[in-house]
């Protein structure tokens, strides 16, 4: 079975600073590593994935995830936020089969002006 | 490429009523997942299909709730004698898997919009 813990339910950063939302799962087979974007009134929009092979992962609108087995993580990061960038952010894993895939509670980023 | 569409978008319905929604998926997806999101939650997974063969229900899946995809394009979701705790967004998602040489790990699930549900 599948979980993830999204670590901070909100998350509020200053346009230009570095976003950092975080992600834990736990899998009984090698996952596969999913984050999503919601915004408002709106269905989720796959930002970027990771199956197999290398580590870190590049997304669209410039956020990246390095996949950490050790740390059992998949956190997000993008150098500098846009005011664009508020929405909803959704981790989610499977073990291969999109049929299992759990999502976790989401992230609220907001960004500041 | 029209994306994943579904109808309504909202639904205000009183307790005990039936309500269906739709959901059109990507043309030619031949997978097709249902979801439910509550707020401040992920989305759960509900049940999915496969061409029109549905092959997996969640527990969530309580026996008022039906789906169908009978010519393996469009599909309904309908709810009987609906209850509040039906309340929420119910999203539908598409994807492609299975064609020569595309293992089912490049399977990527594209959301439609939802229909947020009401029961009041």
């Known amino acids: 079975a599948q979980s993830v813990t999204q670590l901070g339910s909100h998350v509020s950063v200053s346009e230009g600073a570095l976003v950092l939302l975080r992600c834990n799962y736990s899998s009984s087979v090698p996952p596969y590593l999913f984050w999503y974007v919601q915004y408002p009134n709106q269905g989720l929009q796959l930002l970027l994935k990771y199956t197999t092979g290398a580590t870190l992962v590049k997304g669209i609108n410039g956020f990246e995830a390095e996949f950490k087995k050790s740390e059992t993580s998949f956190h997000l990061t993008k150098p500098s936020a846009h005011m664009s960038d508020a929405a909803e952010y959704f981790c989610?894993?499977?073990?291969?089969?999109?049929?299992?895939?759990?999502f976790g509670a989401g992230t609220r980023l907001t960004v500041k002006p | 490429d029209t994306g994943v569409s579904q109808d309504p978008r909202h639904k205000i319905t009183k307790r005990g009523q039936n309500v269906t929604f739709r959901c059109d998926p990507i043309?030619?997806?031949?997978?097709l997942y249902w979801y439910r999101q509550t707020l401040g939650q992920g989305p759960e997974f509900l049940t999915y299909?496969?061409?029109?063969?549905?092959?997996?229900k969640s527990r969530l899946l309580s026996d008022r709730f039906s789906a169908e995809r009978p010519k393996g394009s469009f599909s309904t979701l309908e709810i009987q004698r609906t209850e509040q705790g039906d309340s929420a967004m119910y999203l539908c998602a598409s994807s492609l898997i299975g064609l020569a040489g595309v293992p089912i790990f490049q399977e990527t699930q594209y959301f439609g919009p939802g229909t947020r549900l009401l029961v009041l």
């Open positions: 989610a894993v499977s073990g291969g089969n999109n049929n299992d895939m759990r």
């Open positions: 043309s030619e997806h031949n997978r």
């Open positions: 299909f496969q061409n029109e063969a549905q092959l997996e």
